[in-house]
């Protein structure tokens, strides 16, 4: 994330490729950004940059020419409209977590550029506020935000007097660590300069904030040391306030990191120079605004509770490989008549079985109907098998014919009786 020093490059930036450069037209803001629209419209106007801690301004000043157009005919040469001249605009400028300028040909604008301002020249250059996560504002007629405090690099007694003045401040009981990142008192400190300042000094990032300053109030130099001494024990030992100047100066210095002139190609060098944030072998943890700390040694008397089971949270979320799967037998279900759910699907499967088998007959039943010669078929296939089929239909005729005289027989002698009585 940008903090005071990318803030304070991108602005010496600006001044550098901007030098000399008249711009003209409007200025362009992108569909997708939900930032204000810049209402300016100039034919030859010059940009400007200047930064305060973790904000960045850009002056648009319109140029005057001694030739002016007819009034009542829109913009003139001078960047005048019908309303009179454009007055200058200031565009305060807040990066978020990837914003950056960068002056680039106006045919081919990088991705993400939400807000670019042209030049005149032909072809033409575009100005651009790159951001491709969003996270940028920019104000219209801005000024520096009223509750942020001096910058720790550009003014640096105001900073220090600001801070040991206020120290009552209820901002003073939070941890140091915390206590760092609040701007009204340490603008343009950010995460990664805050672990590297409380490295250098071994100070435990959980240590009360007021514990830590309160002592600088009382530090004193002997008044009998030349200036060369003072300002010697000054580089040899500096205190909290002094390195929060220092440091992000030496950054500065360094240059580039993608703010500078040159591509990002010194991002080894800026690696090399860390000697806490993010370094192999020194420890982490999440203060009370979720923000990652990262220090040596133990972390003080206000750390987090729960210390260890913040750092398992932390191995949780670091994707780990997932496990292979177990495969386990399923276990039946017993319904509330003692069957199992296996009974219950064998039951259903066997009425299944039974729907279709008369399902199946009756079916066997149509296809006969529909085929009316398949049972004198059947009867001529019968009598060519069989040739004693004739045999049997004869016994039951002599059988019949049997039984018939029998019963004539056993009615004879019941008439002759009757007629005797």
Same mark, same amino acid.
């Given at each position: 994330?940008?903090?005071?020093?990318?803030?304070?490059?991108?602005?010496?930036?600006?001044?550098?490729?901007?030098?000399?450069?008249? %711009?003209?037209?409007?200025?362009?803001?992108?569909?997708?950004?939900?930032?204000?629209?810049?209402? /300016?419209?100039?034919?030859?106007?010059?940009?400007?940059?200047? =930064?305060?801690?973790?904000?960045?301004?850009?002056?648009?000043?319109?140029?005057?020419?001694? $030739?002016?157009? !007819?009034?009542?005919?829109?913009?003139?040469?001078?960047?005048?409209?019908?309303?009179?001249?454009?007055?200058?605009?200031? !565009?305060?400028?807040?990066?978020?977590?990837?914003?950056?300028?960068?002056?680039?040909?106006?045919?081919?604008?990088?991705?993400?550029?939400?807000?670019?301002?042209?030049?005149?020249?032909?072809?033409?250059?575009?100005?651009? /506020?790159?951001?491709?996560?969003?996270?940028?504002?920019?104000?219209?007629?801005?000024?520096?935000?009223?509750?942020?405090?001096?910058?720790?690099?550009?003014? @640096?007694? *105001?900073?220090?007097?600001?801070?040991?003045?206020?120290?009552?401040?209820?901002? %003073?009981?939070?941890?140091? +660590?915390?206590?760092?990142?609040?701007?009204?008192?340490?603008?343009?400190?950010?995460?990664?300069?805050?672990?590297?300042?409380? @490295?250098?000094?071994?100070?435990?990032? %959980?240590?009360?904030?007021?514990?830590?300053?309160?002592?600088?109030?009382?530090?004193?130099?002997? #008044?009998?040391?030349?200036?060369?001494?003072?300002? *010697?024990?000054?580089?040899?030992?500096?205190?909290? !306030?002094?390195? +929060?100047?220092?440091? #992000?100066?030496?950054?500065?210095?360094?240059?580039?990191?993608?703010?500078?002139?040159?591509?990002?190609?010194?991002?080894?060098?800026?690696?090399?120079?860390?000697?806490?944030?993010?370094?192999?072998?020194?420890?982490?943890?999440?203060?009370?605004?979720?923000?990652?700390?990262?220090?040596?040694?133990? #972390?003080?008397?206000?750390?987090?509770?729960?210390?260890? =089971?913040?750092?398992?949270?932390?191995?949780?979320?670091?994707? #780990?490989?997932?496990?292979?799967?177990?495969?386990?037998?399923?276990?039946?279900?017993?319904?509330?008549?003692?069957?199992?759910?296996?009974?219950?699907?064998?039951?259903?499967?066997?009425?299944?079985?039974?729907?279709?088998?008369?399902?199946?007959?009756?079916?066997?039943?149509?296809?006969?109907?529909?085929?009316?010669?398949?049972?004198?078929?059947? $009867?001529?296939?019968?009598?060519?098998?069989?040739?004693?089929?004739?045999?049997?239909?004869?016994?039951?005729?002599?059988?019949?014919?049997?039984?018939? =005289?029998?019963?004539?027989?056993?009615?004879?002698?019941?008439?002759?009786?009757?007629?005797?009585?």
């Amino acid at each position: 994330m940008p903090e005071g020093p990318e803030l304070h490059l991108a602005s010496c930036y600006i001044n550098t490729v901007c030098a000399g450069l008249i %711009f003209s037209g409007k200025v362009e803001k992108s569909e997708v950004s939900k930032n204000p629209e810049v209402l /300016f419209e100039s034919d030859a106007y010059l940009i400007s940059a200047t =930064s305060r801690g973790k904000e960045i301004k850009l002056t648009l000043v319109p140029l005057k020419e001694e $030739k002016n157009t !007819l009034p009542g005919r829109g913009r003139d040469r001078a960047g005048q409209s019908q309303n009179g001249p454009q007055q200058p605009m200031d !565009l305060v400028f807040r990066f978020g977590m990837s914003g950056s300028f960068k002056l680039t040909s106006g045919a081919e604008l990088p991705k993400h550029a939400h807000l670019r301002f042209y030049t005149k020249e032909s072809p033409c250059r575009a100005l651009c /506020f790159v951001d491709f996560r969003r996270f940028g504002r920019w104000e219209v007629n801005g000024m520096w935000q009223p509750d942020r405090g001096p910058c720790v690099m550009l003014e @640096y007694e *105001k900073f220090r007097e600001n801070v040991l003045r206020n120290l009552s401040d209820k901002a %003073f009981n939070k941890p140091i +660590c915390e206590a760092l990142l609040n701007q009204k008192f340490f603008n343009g400190i950010g995460n990664y300069l805050r672990a590297e300042i409380l @490295y250098r000094l071994k100070i435990p990032p %959980f240590e009360k904030a007021r514990t830590v300053l309160e002592a600088l109030q009382h530090r004193k130099q002997s #008044p009998d040391l030349t200036l060369s001494k003072k300002v *010697k024990l000054k580089r040899e030992n500096p205190d909290l !306030l002094e390195l +929060c100047h220092a440091v #992000p100066m030496e950054v500065i210095h360094m240059g580039g990191k993608g703010y500078g002139l040159e591509p990002s190609d010194d991002a080894a060098a800026f690696e090399e120079w860390l000697q806490c944030y993010y370094v192999p072998g020194m420890r982490s943890l999440r203060d009370g605004n979720g923000r990652t700390i990262w220090f040596q040694g133990e #972390p003080g008397p206000m750390a987090p509770k729960g210390e260890k =089971s913040r750092k398992r949270r932390s191995q949780v979320n670091a994707d #780990p490989e997932p496990p292979s799967p177990k495969v386990t037998k399923p276990v039946p279900k017993r319904s509330s008549k003692g069957s199992t759910s296996q009974e219950k699907v064998a039951k259903q499967s066997g009425k299944k079985k039974g729907k279709d088998l008369v399902q199946g007959a009756e079916n066997d039943k149509a296809n006969e109907a529909r085929k009316p010669n398949t049972r004198s078929r059947r $009867k001529a296939s019968a009598s060519q098998e069989s040739p004693t089929s004739e045999a049997p239909a004869a016994d039951r005729k002599r059988q019949a014919s049997a039984r018939r =005289s029998k019963g004539a027989a056993a009615t004879a002698p019941r008439s002759r009786r009757v007629k005797a009585e």
